[in-house]
């Protein structure tokens, strides 16, 4: 992620890499990967979590907890990447 900026956004033809942070009041915090069912409800994944202390985790597993203040890289086109932000922000798809 480039040091400069919150959020940053990547296009390659129609695969989109998205950053996004964790809000406080995130539906995410303290539930897994898994148990979101990220990937499978929105078709988007979690290809990379940075933790608030800088530590990184390139292709989290399945049983990773998201912690609020992570920066997380989202893959996916422009659609599931929107599906997947509003499932860790609400929990609504």
């Known amino acids: 992620m480039p040091k400069a900026l919150a959020t940053a956004e990547v296009v390659l033809d129609d695969l989109v890499l998205e950053w996004f942070t964790v809000e406080p009041e995130a539906f995410c915090i303290g539930k897994t990967i898994r148990a979101l069912q990220a990937r499978t409800v929105t078709g988007a994944s979690i290809v990379s979590i ?5 530590m990184s985790r390139t292709n989290p597993e399945a049983d990773t907890i ?12 422009k659609n599931k990447n929107a599906a997947l ?3 860790l922000a609400t929990g609504e798809i």
Do not use: Q, S
Not at 50 to 54: A, F, L, T, Y
């Open 66 to 77: 998201l912690n609020e203040g992570a920066t997380l890289i989202l893959a996916g086109d």
């Open 50 to 54: 940075i933790e608030p202390n800088r």
């Open 85 to 87: 932000k509003r499932l």
